[in-house]
């Protein structure tokens, strides 16, 4: 079965920058059938939808609260997806989790989602 494993998390102030990596064990991941997404989940609050690319280039989209700040990208050589961070804000922290679904579709619905990882923390100080 196809793992996810995040890394990249951690402490930063407001207005730096973090940048998350989410390695798939699975090879299957770099073909045209896999989805991949990242989504978060703050201290009592529900996951949330953070960003999702299809398996091709240029198809990726954001949720409203990062728009024009994150940016997802994915190698699929090397099977793995990135978040790239800027302008983190206190609103930002929150655990951080990888997620892929057997579709080339992306969507912004958890319970779409068929793979997940762990999660990474990641904490903005203000």
């Known amino acids: 079965q196809a793992q996810l494993a995040e890394s990249g998390g951690g402490l930063v102030q407001t207005g730096g920058s973090l940048r998350l990596s989410c390695a798939a064990s699975d090879r299957t991941f770099s073909t045209a059938d896999y989805a991949m997404g990242w989504f978060r989940q703050a201290p009592g609050k529900e996951r949330e939808f953070v960003a999702a690319i299809g398996p091709g280039p240029g198809f990726t989209f954001y949720a409203d609260s990062v728009k024009g700040r994150f940016t997802i990208s994915r190698d699929n050589a090397k099977t793995t997806v990135f978040l790239q961070m800027d302008d983190l804000s206190p609103e930002d922290t929150a655990v951080y989790y990888c997620?892929?679904?057997?579709?080339?579709?992306?969507?912004?619905?958890?319970?779409?989602?068929?793979?997940w990882g762990k999660g990474t923390l990641v904490t903005v100080s203000s």
């Open positions: 997620a892929s679904r057997r579709s080339p579709i992306p969507t912004d619905q958890p319970i779409d989602q068929d793979y």
